[in-house]
């Protein structure tokens, strides 16, 4: 039996550092190189050795897949491409392969020139890793050697995220990446065929939660802001450059112009302004609205949204930044948030999720103070709200993928153990299928049914459609097809025996039995045929039992009466091939009990 | 296997392919050579236009006829609405087509014709970029036809075409001719395209797989690997092998077809488009620099981002580069902004602009700097105060029988110090012209087509291999318009089965199907045990439920409620030993066994106690008893033990 191995190095019952080490009819593939973000020592880059204990991964590993740009998901690949080497093929789409190196290269500067880190990848490297990377588009079949397919479909989550089916021979997985089943502003939904993965192996952030409407969630939103202003606050909205950012700002700017605010949004530069030129040029990876009406007004150039400058942050008075990251761990958002902390006045919203060992994951547990590595201790008077914005699918969601691609065998990562554990339970109920949820480390063996193309001669299939088509209908009656494989060195073909002997080269020996049987029945010998013919399709109801000229023939089965007219003895003949044995055996001895 | 051609113009294809019961269209290309025989529509009435002299043919005098035809410079032009040569409708009903491929957007202008009102209920298969830009160039033609609506619609003429003077005598089929369909039906029409990407594996009802793959002729366009688990068969429309702003051509998927259709070659045999560009840049500067001005007739999309950009370098560089370019067509805006977020199908070059992040094309730098202007049409808000001359001016249509190019070439054509450049090869530009005559601005004829020519579709078909090729016939004999010059034809050579077709005709493909597929699954496979028969040949039977979903065949595992049915049939084969199976009779026991050679290798043998004889022969052995089944059943195993099964 054919399997599928799979070994989550990260996102093994956690959140952060993706990557799934995936073996597939003898290939072996990496599903994203993310780095965990809670971490500053060596645990932030899944652990390569498991793939080999030293050395480069070129001869381990067929190709690596990245799903999208956030660096959960990429930010290990220089460090896994450059350093611990890797020259195989990289795999993501235009909009990944766009902004994936500026991401990287801002945490990279984050960590080397802000936190001092050693031993980290350089910008050279970065760039070096971005010349493997092949772009795919969405759809398209990708052949990475003869025998490996892939194919992205389109996941939601952020500009440019994927979900990637994988295929070798029967077998094939579906791997999610991040993804999102509800249109927001500016990204549609996940869609998937019904391609029937053998495994489907899904993240899982969202696993017990069924989010309220979008609608509520964005009122809510709005009104906190709103009221925070009201009362003279700033707030502060910690955030990833692309992604959910781009939402938000469409969100406040329409907002603004409807209630005619006057206090100054800002986004802190750098990414930013680069950001919104990719939506625009990557826009038909948005939603079908603003693709539609992105020739008049381009919906990411903002009117009321302002760059921000550092020197704003001691400014007086309401304000709204965007600043980033979005977990809170280093940069900006950070530096603005050990600013604005102490003050009651003041709101932080967490639109999205917060890996744990980050500023954010403390002050959304409630944390009222946070020390840092020098020592310096933040009082948190401000407000602290999170709203889930992050674009992941909830547990309905989840579900629903299950629905639409129907797998055999879903794998649940990405997510916290417990949260895991509650959807694992729940999909085995629904759907009756095995789930699985193994560790960081832990590898996991799934068995999948074989299905061989091989060819088959079409006069083989004619014949057995012409019988098929000739009985009797019945609806239970099955379709049974039989044949004789020829495998002639590589060539596998199906067809009829004398085809099979033809092209073998060798002469058939057909064993033909006859037996006899006395019976006494009175009248015509046809009367008598008559008798044995109502009598055996009364016993064979699943055969096709045929009578013409005075012969009762089943399959190879022959059956013939003779005897005079006037003499009730008759002699019934029985005739088959040695291949209709246990029918014709069969037969011989229904006559044989009828005859005593 | 069979193809039905149904455009006489192999440069707006459409086919019809049925294979394995599947009606699959190739292309829906709308013929509009008959353009040319109608007056230009001006929305601006036009003195010159309305007091062209009345035209009857010879011996004619019907009353209904009269005013329909106009005469100018002994050419004959029809007073009516224009009217196009849609695809043939009366080899096929449309009503059965299951799926439509379209190659390019060039070659999709007639789809309303075909999927509306007709019963049409398939499927229609285009990438990202042919659906946009096919929407623009189809909503132009019916801005462009719709904003000078004429009062009387002509019909008459049709009974008398063959008593006019040549050209218009020619004319190709005028009374299948008809006006242009409507903004809903363009919109209903287009609604059914399915958007897919290069090596997108479609699947068609099981049955066929199809394949876009791209063909680097314009933005999007792409050549169709239609293939079932044994044939494979490609349709090659609009290709180019030169580098411009498109993906390149994917020549790998197009490799061993067992047919290869091909279509679509370029309309300017004999001049090479880099030449033409070179004349173009040379003419655009010396009218400039003369105080000039150019008109360009284009489509609103394709070559023309090409010519933006070569033209905007080369009249820095020759120092008139502060006359500005306009580009006026109704779908202009979004044409622009359209090229610039597609960049998923662009050259490698262009791509990697994106990556910085910059716009592909300069023309969005051109548009910031004021270098190109685009307007929806001549008289939208803020041309008339944007215009200046000398400059160049993009705009449509290229039949310029309809479109602004009508208002410029009344603007421009009395003064010969402007130019009019042709560069859409779709067109004679002398019959284009024919009109207006006499004109006094210069003509200058540098048609720039980049779709394949014939050296090298020649050296394309010589990689490529296909077993049989089929092609326009007109492709098999040199270009009328150079009789002399016999390489520009697809040449016959032995290795390729070259089968050439014309309008109207259904040809039969020389494809046989012998083999299909089928997938076996795991019980029935873990069954099989092959026998080797001879080194690298070895047997198996294989029974199993066959199982057929969507054309798709299966084998299963037999179920136990099928009774009697003998689920490991094995044959026997070569031939019985006489002298071995008398051994293992005697061996049973049975040594009253009398043998009686028949002849010709036929043995038949007695065993009189038992009441039962065998006959033996090569090929098969007849074993008849009584009813005695422990008697039998020795004799066949005794028979078998003699015998090699697999
Ligand atoms: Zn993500």
Request: glycine content about 6%; overall charge negative.
């Amino acid at each position: 039996m054919p399997e599928l191995k799979v070994t989550p190095l990260g996102a093994g019952q956690d959140v952060g550092r993706s990557c799934i080490l995936l073996s597939i009819g003898g290939k072996n593939i990496m599903l994203d190189c993310g780095m965990h973000m809670g971490y500053n020592d060596e645990r932030r880059f899944p652990d390569f050795t498991y793939v080999t204990p030293d050395g480069p991964l070129t001869s381990y590993i067929d190709c690596v897949i990245i799903s999208h740009f956030h660096l959960d998901h990429c930010g290990a690949l220089p460090y896994m491409s450059e350093m611990v080497g890797y020259n195989g093929p990289i795999y993501m789409t235009h909009p990944t392969k766009a902004i994936a190196p500026i991401l990287l290269e801002d945490m990279r500067k984050v960590s080397v020139e802000k936190k001092g880190e050693q031993n980290f990848f350089t910008s050279q490297m970065i760039k070096d890793c971005m010349k493997k990377v092949v772009a795919v588009t969405l759809h398209q079949s990708v052949m990475v050697d003869n025998e490996l397919e892939i194919k992205a479909y389109y996941a939601g989550h952020v500009l440019g995220a994927a979900m990637f089916w994988i295929r070798v021979g029967s077998q094939s997985v579906v791997y999610t990446g991040d993804y999102n089943m509800t249109p927001d502003r500016h990204l549609g939904a996940a869609w998937i065929d019904k391609c029937r993965p053998d495994l489907l192996i899904s993240e899982a952030t969202y696993a017990t939660t069924i989010r309220d409407s979008k609608r509520c969630r964005e009122k809510d939103f709005l009104k906190k802001v709103h009221e925070c202003i009201d009362r003279g606050g700033k707030v502060l909205i910690p955030v990833f450059a692309l992604g959910r950012a781009q939402e938000l700002c469409i969100l406040l700017e329409t907002y603004w112009e409807r209630m005619n605010l006057k206090a100054p949004i800002y986004f802190a530069l750098g990414l930013t302004e680069k950001a919104n030129n990719y939506y625009k040029m990557f826009i038909t990876w948005t939603n079908q609205k603003i693709r539609k009406t992105f020739v008049q007004r381009n919906m990411f150039d903002f009117k009321h949204i302002k760059p921000f400058d550092r020197q704003f942050i001691d400014n007086p008075g309401p304000m709204v930044v965007f600043a980033t990251p979005g977990m809170l761990h280093a940069g900006l958002s950070l530096q603005i948030f050990k600013k604005w902390a102490p003050n009651e006045n003041n709101m932080i919203i967490m639109p999205g999720f917060c890996v744990q060992g980050t500023v954010g994951h403390k002050i959304l547990n409630g944390a009222k103070k946070v020390e840092f590595e020098n020592r310096q201790i933040v009082e948190v008077k401000m407000s602290v709200e999170y709203m889930s914005f992050s674009a992941h699918a909830d547990a309905k969601g989840i579900m629903q993928l299950i629905q639409y691609c129907e797998p055999r065998n879903v794998m649940l990562v990405h997510g916290e153990a417990e949260k895991i554990a509650f959807l694992k339970e729940k999909i085995q109920q629904e759907f009756k299928i095995d789930c699985f949820n193994p560790a960081n480390g832990e590898t996991n063996i799934i068995s999948t049914p074989v299905k061989i193309p091989i060819d088959v001669s079409l006069p083989l299939l004619k014949a057995e459609a012409k019988k098929f088509n000739a009985l009797p209908p019945d609806p239970k009656r099955r379709r049974i097809l039989h044949g004789v494989l020829v495998m002639k060195d590589s060539n596998v073909c199906l067809m009829d025996v004398d085809d099979a002997c033809k092209e073998a080269g060798i002469n058939r020996h057909v064993i033909r039995f006859t037996s006899t049987v006395s019976i006494n029945d009175n009248g015509p010998s046809v009367s008598t045929a008559h008798k044995l013919h109502t009598f055996l399709t009364d016993k064979l109801p699943q055969w096709g039992v045929t009578f013409s000229e005075g012969e009762i023939s089943v399959e190879s089965v022959l059956v013939k009466v003779e005897g005079d007219d006037d003499e009730s003895q008759k002699t019934v003949y029985v005739s088959w091939t040695n291949q209709d044995e246990d029918l014709g055996s069969y037969i011989l001895g229904l006559i044989n009990v009828m005859g005593q | 296997m069979k193809l039905y051609c149904l455009s006489n113009d192999p440069n707006k294809p459409c086919h019809i392919l049925t294979f394995r019961e599947i009606t699959v269209m190739l292309d829906c290309g709308l013929s509009m050579q008959s353009l040319l025989n109608f007056l230009p529509l001006s929305f601006v009435p036009s003195n010159r236009l309305l007091n062209l002299s009345n035209y009857m043919p010879p011996d004619v005098s019907d009353p209904d006829l009269e005013g329909e035809l106009k005469e100018n410079g002994e050419r004959i032009f029809v007073d009516s609405p224009p009217e196009f040569g849609p695809p043939l409708d009366k080899l096929i009903d449309f009503a059965q087509v299951d799926v439509i491929l379209i190659s390019n957007y060039m070659c999709m202008m007639a789809l309303p014709f075909v999927t509306e009102g007709t019963g049409f209920r398939g499927r229609v298969y285009a990438t990202e970029p042919t659906l946009h830009i096919g929407r623009l160039l189809l909503e132009e033609l019916v801005i462009y036809i719709e904003q000078c609506p004429k009062s009387s619609f002509s019909s008459q003429w049709k009974n008398y075409v063959h008593k006019c003077p040549s050209p218009f005598k020619e004319a190709f089929m005028p009374k299948s001719w008809k006006q242009i369909y409507n903004m809903s039906s363009v919109n209903a029409s287009l609604s059914r395209i399915q958007m897919v990407g290069y090596n997108e594996k479609i699947d068609v009802y099981g049955a066929l797989q199809v394949i876009p793959a791209s063909s680097g002729y314009c933005l999007g366009s792409a050549n169709w690997i239609i293939s079932s688990d044994h044939e494979k068969i490609v349709y090659l429309s609009g290709s180019s092998t030169l580098t411009t702003h498109p993906r390149p051509m994917d020549h790998n998927a197009l490799k061993n077809a067992d047919v290869f259709i091909m279509t679509d070659l370029t309309q300017t045999p004999i001049s090479n488009p880099d030449s033409m560009l070179g004349v173009l840049c040379v003419v655009v500067s010396l009218t400039l620099r003369g105080g000039g001005n150019v008109l360009i007739p284009c489509y609103p999309s394709g070559v023309v981002y090409d010519l933006f950009e070569c033209l905007s370098a080369k009249m820095q560089e020759s120092g008139v580069s502060n006359c500005p370019m306009f580009f006026v067509s109704p779908v202009a805006d979004t044409s622009l902004a359209y090229s610039n977020i597609l960049a998923e199908w662009l050259s490698t070059a262009k791509q990697n602009k994106v990556y910085v992040p910059d716009e592909p094309f300069p023309h969005a730098l051109l548009v910031k700097n004021s270098k190109l202007k685009h307007f929806k049409h001549i008289y939208s808000d803020g041309f008339s105060t944007e215009f200046q001359e000398p400059c160049v001016v993009f705009c449509g249509h290229p039949s310029l029988r309809f479109g602004d190019v009508v208002q410029f070439i009344e603007l421009w054509g009395n003064n010969p110090k402007n130019c009019i450049v042709f560069t859409e090869p779709d067109y004679d530009y002398i019959e284009a012209l024919a009109p207006y005559q006499s004109l006094q601005m210069k003509i200058a004829h540098c048609a720039i087509d980049t779709s394949l020519n014939f050296t090298q579709a020649n050296k394309l078909i010589k990689d490529l291999k296909p077993t049989t090729l089929v092609v326009p016939e007109t492709y098999t004999k040199p270009p009328v318009s150079a009789p002399n010059l016999t390489e520009l034809v697809i040449h016959n050579t032995p290795e390729v089965n070259l089968i050439p077709y014309k309008w109207g005709e259904i040809i039969n493909l020389p494809v046989k199907r012998k083999q299909g597929q089928l997938f076996i699954e795991t019980d029935v496979a873990s069954k099989i045990v092959p026998v080797e028969i001879k080194p690298g040949l070895s047997l198996s039977t294989v029974t199993g439920t066959l199982n057929v979903k969507d054309n798709v065949h299966k084998v299963q595992d037999i179920l136990d409620d099928q009774k009697l049915l003998n689920k490991n049939v094995k044959y026997e084969w070569g031939s019985v030993n006489i002298n071995e199976f008398k051994q293992k009779l005697f061996q049973e026991g049975i040594t009253d066994a009398k043998v009686e050679s028949l002849g010709g290798n036929v043995v038949v043998i007695h065993l009189q106690d038992e009441d039962a004889l065998i006959q033996l022969e090569d090929n098969n052995t007849h074993v008849v008893c009584n009813g005695d089944e422990a008697l039998r059943t020795k004799l066949r195993n005794i028979v078998m033990q003699c015998l090699k099964t697999f």
